[in-house]
């Protein structure tokens, strides 16, 4: 099976190292391009993708409210946000406006095309260092503070609680298990739970709610 991809970058130049790097890959394939948001919202209404790879800071139209037109019409592409994160201050509201997770623009190809066939298949990106930087980066801003009163608090388990606080530091299934001495298998179990009982799109949402609520404290270091 192929994967399609739309690209969204206003640098032409990255979008060709992109296209080359993706088509040199017999499963992965380029359907089309944009040079900012509103471009690919407009292409992207009468094409199918299963990944959009996004920038955040563009002109015309940022990859924030591109994700969160796409997020409202429907579109069923994925989103992976692409982010050099030291200057990006867009990346938490990409993320909270339906994106499936970020990517550093440094990242090794092996990282990025992993996470393209992952997200693909229904996953999300959560790097495990960045993404707790990110988060601790901009928990304080965050209008109105946590949400500890969210009525969904009630509904999760304390062993559900902790395997939601492991999720937001980026950690993986098995290291999880690890953590928790519990089984892989009870671990995946409870991460359905919890995207059920919290109605989480995905593993990112997961993370955002955690942080949000207050259920997780972002490091300071």
Same mark, same amino acid.
């Given at each position: 099976?192929?994967? !399609?991809? +739309?690209?969204?970058? @206003?640098?032409?130049?990255?979008?060709?190292?992109?296209?080359?790097?993706?088509?040199?890959?017999? #499963?992965?394939?380029?359907?089309?391009?944009? %040079?900012?948001?509103?471009?690919?919202?407009?292409?992207? *209404?009468?094409?199918?993708? #299963?990944?959009?790879?996004? @920038?955040?800071?563009?002109?015309?139209?940022?990859?924030?409210?591109?994700?969160?037109? $796409?997020?409202?019409? %429907?579109?069923?592409?994925?989103?992976?946000?692409?982010?050099? +994160?030291?200057?990006?201050?867009?990346?938490?509201?990409?993320? *909270?406006?339906?994106?499936?997770? +970020?990517?550093?623009?440094?990242?090794?190809?092996?990282?990025?095309?992993?996470?393209?066939?992952?997200?693909?298949?229904?996953? !999300?990106?959560?790097?495990?260092?960045? =993404?707790?930087? $990110?988060?601790?980066?901009?928990?304080? *801003?965050?209008?109105?503070?946590?949400?500890?009163?969210?009525?969904?608090?009630?509904?999760?388990?304390?062993?559900?609680?902790?395997?939601? @606080?492991?999720?937001?530091?980026?950690?993986?299934? =098995?290291?999880?298990?690890?953590?928790?001495?519990?089984?892989?298998?009870?671990?995946?179990?409870?991460?359905?739970?919890?995207?059920?009982?919290?109605?989480?799109? @995905?593993?990112?949402?997961?993370?955002?709610?955690? +942080?949000?609520? %207050?259920?997780?404290?972002?490091?300071?270091?």
């Amino acid at each position: 099976m192929t994967l !399609s991809l +739309f690209l969204v970058d @206003d640098q032409r130049l990255v979008r060709a190292g992109l296209r080359m790097m993706i088509e040199s890959q017999d #499963d992965l394939t380029v359907v089309g391009e944009a %040079g900012d948001g509103r471009e690919a919202v407009t292409k992207l *209404r009468g094409l199918t993708a #299963d990944v959009v790879l996004m @920038d955040v800071r563009m002109p015309v139209m940022d990859g924030v409210e591109a994700t969160r037109r $796409l997020t409202r019409l %429907g579109h069923p592409a994925r989103v992976l946000i692409l982010t050099t +994160f030291d200057l990006d201050e867009y990346v938490f509201a990409a993320l *909270r406006a339906g994106a499936a997770g +970020f990517m550093l623009k440094d990242a090794r190809q092996e990282e990025l095309l992993a996470a393209v066939r992952g997200v693909a298949a229904g996953g !999300s990106v959560v790097a495990p260092s960045a =993404t707790r930087r $990110l988060i601790a980066h901009f928990a304080d *801003r965050l209008p109105g503070g946590p949400a500890a009163t969210d009525e969904r608090l009630a509904l999760i388990t304390p062993r559900e609680a902790e395997v939601l @606080d492991a999720i937001a530091t980026g950690a993986t299934n =098995t290291e999880i298990a690890a953590r928790l001495h519990l089984a892989e298998g009870t671990v995946k179990t409870h991460v359905g739970n919890l995207l059920a009982k919290l109605r989480c799109r @995905d593993r990112v949402a997961l993370v955002l709610f955690a +942080f949000e609520t %207050g259920l997780a404290t972002p490091d300071r270091r």
